[in-house]
């Protein structure tokens, strides 16, 4: 079968600075998929060379079937695709209600059916949808932004350390709600620095060292993997995932 | 006292059209984030736009004012020539500066070029002699309390207050508006959302070209037109600007007032030929006081 994604050998980076080096991974329909590994790894770029963000500088980026390597960002809004950037990732001056339709400025019918669904989800949002943005908190601007990005019902959702800098109650419902967008139909593709808790949801798990694969499995088996735990779980303090050929380390 | 209400009515008259030409300024810098130096001669061009097509059409006055209906399509041909060449501006120069990831100090540069283009193309067309759009005596009426105004410049203030109203429903009320300020929040996060801020910034110089050629035509309406009128509205319009807070039109408005009043009314105290220098002493006063102006956003 196809994958929902297919991205094989991207290379990416910023300027002269190559930071992801011959990366293949893919998403299946319905599926949540997270991507780890230790700072500088090149998890981000990775996302963003994906989602059009940046410029791939080799590979392919196949979503449904269609090759999508160096469309820009508003191109993959409109191939199916959805980015949640970390931070700076709502519209501040503009309410919570604004920021969900410009979310669905594409869409010409449906929208405030569609702002009522998603906003049944977040009561937190709901009961205030004329608050401006700027005025929420960390956790309540990840929820809006997730919002925004499912306005144009999405086939993928790609989300950048949805719970950096969040309180581990927040941490909880945000990663519930991802398990719900998976459940809606949508596939997750999300890079994550509490690992334990993004590959309890996962299906599956990649980790990436030095801007290259360095292993693939499922969520479970990330989970009971020692040597991943030593890495990322906090299991052990030392040790190293090698990647399969040594290449720069990125700071971004 | 009358006196000094007479002055303050002149004061709102300069206000209003310095405010109108602000909240253009202050939308595109928002939107585009650079100071635009060629804004003052777009006022110039829509002021002479409108007089290419008023001196076309039946220019008899109506009623009070010294100008007729006639300039009712010479300003809305003006409004929507000056809107085309802005965008076209903006599709020649600074798109491709844009997309080589310009600094905003080279757009600025770059706009002080076009600046310049445009006032030498103007001389070129309508020559530098002044001209107006018509030589009858505009009588003025008599308010309460003694003062004077003429009808024209009642239409000025009635104009500037309507556009603001029409600028505030368009930004909040309709998706292109709210579009409009998303981009102005931040460009990278509407394009990521699906927004096509290519389309978004060339509705911004449409916009701001049109308020800036009503303000051009409000100054012409009541003054000779001279192919550099408009530059010599750019400084006050940037305090203007400053004052309300970079990005806020309302803040521009307010800023606008607050430069004409100001200038106006110091006549009491100094002699007129320094009153052009009252709005900048206050911008000093208020960059250092309160860097972000009147209604800027904190940080």
């Not at chain 1, 300027?15 to 893919?26: C, N």
């Not at chain 1, 060379?49 to 820009?72: W, Y």
């Not at chain 2, 603001?164 to 460009?187: C, E, H, I, Q, W």
């Amino acid at each position: 079968m196809t994958p929902l994604l297919d991205v094989q050998g991207v290379s990416a980076g910023y300027g002269d600075v190559r930071i992801v080096h011959g990366v293949s991974i893919h998403v299946e329909a319905r599926e949540i998929v997270t991507i780890i590994g230790p700072n500088g790894a090149g998890k981000s770029t990775l996302l963003k060379a994906v989602f059009g963000a940046i410029r791939p500088t080799e590979g392919r980026v196949i979503l449904e079937g269609r090759d999508v390597a160096g469309l820009s960002a508003f191109q993959m809004v409109q191939a199916g695709a959805g980015f949640v950037p970390q931070t700076e990732n709502v519209f501040p001056s503009l309410t919570i209600r604004e920021n969900l339709e410009m979310g669905a400025y594409r869409r010409q019918q449906g929208v405030n059916e569609r702002i009522d669904e998603l906003l049944d989800r977040f009561p937190e949002l709901a009961r205030r949808p004329n608050e401006t943005a700027g005025r929420l908190s960390g956790g309540q601007r990840q929820a809006l932004a997730m919002c925004r990005a499912l306005m144009l019902e999405p086939r993928l959702l790609l989300l950048d350390e949805p719970t950096a800098a969040l309180s581990p109650i927040m941490r909880e419902e945000i990663f519930a709600q991802i398990v719900a967008i998976r459940d809606s139909g949508v596939a997750v593709l999300m890079v994550e620095q509490n690992a334990r808790e993004a590959l309890e949801i996962s299906d599956r798990g990649y980790v990436l060292v030095n801007g290259q694969n360095a292993l693939e499995q499922s969520g479970a088996e990330m989970l009971a993997n020692p040597e991943v735990g030593r890495l990322f779980l906090g299991r052990v303090e030392s040790g190293a995932i090698e990647a399969d050929a040594p290449g720069a380390e990125g700071s971004r | 006292m009358t006196e000094f209400a007479q002055l303050l009515v002149v004061g709102v008259v300069v206000g209003s059209i310095v405010g109108l030409g602000a909240m253009g300024l202050t939308l595109a810098f928002g939107i585009l984030k650079f100071a635009n130096f060629a804004h003052g001669d777009m006022m110039t061009l829509g002021m002479f736009l409108a007089y290419a097509v008023y001196t076309r059409l039946d220019g008899t006055a109506m009623g009070p004012f010294s100008v007729g209906l006639a300039m009712v399509p010479a300003m809305l041909i003006a409004m929507a020539g000056v809107g085309l060449v802005a965008a076209s501006v903006d599709q020649t120069v600074y798109r491709r500066l844009r997309r080589r990831g310009s600094a905003s100090i080279t757009m600025a540069i770059a706009s002080l070029g076009v600046a310049i283009m445009v006032r030498a193309v103007i001389q070129l067309i309508w020559g530098p002699t002044p001209v107006r759009y018509a030589t009858g005596i505009n009588v003025a009426w008599t308010l309460p309390f003694g003062l004077r105004m003429r009808p024209d410049q009642v239409l000025i203030v009635i104009a500037m207050f309507a556009l603001a109203v029409g600028l505030y429903l368009l930004l909040f009320k309709t998706r292109l508006g709210k579009a409009m300020r998303a981009t102005s929040d931040n460009p990278a996060l509407a394009d990521i959302s699906g927004i096509d801020t290519e389309r978004i910034r060339a509705a911004t110089w449409m916009i701001a070209g049109a308020l800036i050629a009503v303000a051009g035509v409000m100054f012409g309406v009541q003054s000779q037109l001279k192919f550099d009128a408009g530059f010599e509205f750019l400084l006050p319009m940037f305090a203007a600007v400053i004052l309300g807070g970079v990005g806020n039109p309302w803040g521009a408005l307010a800023g606008g007032m607050v430069v004409g009043i100001s200038q106006e009314v110091s006549t009491l105290w100094i002699p007129t030929g320094y009153k052009t220098a009252v709005p900048f002493v206050l911008l000093t006063v208020m960059l250092i006081v309160r860097p972000r102006g009147l209604f800027g956003p904190k940080g």
